[in-house]
């Protein structure tokens, strides 16, 4: 019997012919020189662009198999948010003195807009540790982890913005020209949200006690930072000091580009500086980090 | 045509935390006293030493060795999945990686969700992406299971779904280790069908088993890795003669001589 003979029809067995793609070859060297390295990362994001309604796909995935069986689906992630701001705007004005109505709004955009921002840190550090079994399996591009869970956080930030607009509905504030920055600043956002998943997610697959590391900091950054309350509440205070320090505080400043048009202030050009600079440095540093780290995934996760 | 070079490739694990389940394996792989250290002094395993060898279009290679013998390793990092630490590989086609029956599916998806993240993995088009289902769901023989989560099914159909996508995606290079032998028999005969179909249209089949009649069968070249090295490297026979006692070499012959004639 030849057992290189082609199949003799019968079904069930044969190849079906799909279009081959242009095969190239692939070579996979130990690089030890810095220009291979700095070449091989920006492939791996390249291919990761390419494969993007593969990231797409495994991000509503994501989010339809949070909900599956359940009867609201996805929105009880609206319902929830929903909830939540309508009693704390109630008691939290109450607690802080405040009009009703001019603090629901603010509250309702400042917890959404954390929610994406702590959920983000929490599932980024472990992004690639939690992809143990696709890394595993496959040669796949590591950055694909990272811009699934950046994508699926921005579809739960979606699935919430129905609360902010309800809010606005009710207490609407007085929109500016400055509510066009919020396109640059939406940008912003997605961006920095990839580079700190994926920075997160490296050193999270590499030290494993970074996941509860930053959730605790995540937990204090939210006390020291103008969510539940703004600096203008405690002007009348003695706590000049400790409100300078908020300048300098990273969150600050990308809370308060996205949040501010939101609420109709003014540009605030201060936010912005504070948050190009942060952001400057987290997305070099998380390049640097992908460029050293990347060929050791596979092995640490 | 596909192509397939190993250039002096090293691999060496190092130690980090001791809870990784692959560190695990590899602990175990170290009883042949693989342990090193690297430039830093840290303590690593050394899975692959300088192996080399190319494989070109219609070559069926088989691994044969000890548990922890660098074959899994050896697999992996032909499917690029880990960077070495010395040397080169230079892979020329589409290349296919059956290394473990989950095949990185996500057991809450349903089948056909699976079906669509590989499509999608390969950059099919939506059109293709339903013939793809459709090409899996005849082979596999999986009817309705096919829109219930993976988590429903037996050990046996993950396998058979995770074969059926493996080889219905046309790979031009296949890599599989040995846990394809869990399939019944009836699908055993199916998948060795549809494996000649591939090899037979000049692809590259590279697999790792403890079987020798599978090999017997299935390889027309067999490498003998030891403590992460090639002890022998040739024809099948020849290196199962040299592998394999006696009397459990003319048993495995017989085997698949019975096989090859029914």
Redesign the interface.
Known sequence: MNMLAPDSGQTGTALPRFPKPASKAVVIAASHSLRMRVASAFDDIGQMLRLWSLVWTLSLFDIKLRYRGSLLGPFWLTLSTGVMIGAMGFVYAQLFRQDVAGYLPFLATSLVLWGFISTITAEGSTCLSGAANAIHSQRTPHTLHAARVMLRNLFVLAHNLPVIAVVFLIYPPHFGWSLLSVLPALALWTLDAFAVTLLLGLIGARFRDVPPIVGSIMQIAFYVTPIMWSPDMLMHRNVGFALALIDFNPFYGMLQILRGPLLGHALDTAAWANALCYSAVLIVLSLLFFVRARARVPYWV | M??LQIENVSVS??L??G????LKKTVFAAASGRMGQDSKHRITVEALRDVSFALGT?DRLGFIGSNGAGKTTLL?TM?????????????????T?L??P???M?F??TGN?NI??RA??S??SEA?IK??QE?VA??A?LGEFLSLPVRTYSSGMVVRLGFALA????P?ILLMDEWILAGDAAFLG?AR??L??????AEILVLSSHNPAILM?WCNRLIWMEGGRIRMDGAPEEILAAYLPPDQFQQAKAAAEQV??A
């Open positions: 596909a192509k694990f190092p980090y935390h809870e990784s389940r692959s219609g992996r499917a690029g999945i880990y960077e070495p630490v010395n040397g080169k590989i230079t892979i020329e086609g589409r290349v990686a290394l473990d989950g095949q990185g996500n809450e998806l969700e669509r993240l999608l993995f950059g099919y293709q013939k793809l090409d005849q082979f023989d080889t219905a995606i046309h031009q199916k069908e549809r000649e179909t591939m090899v037979g249209s069968q090859a004639a």
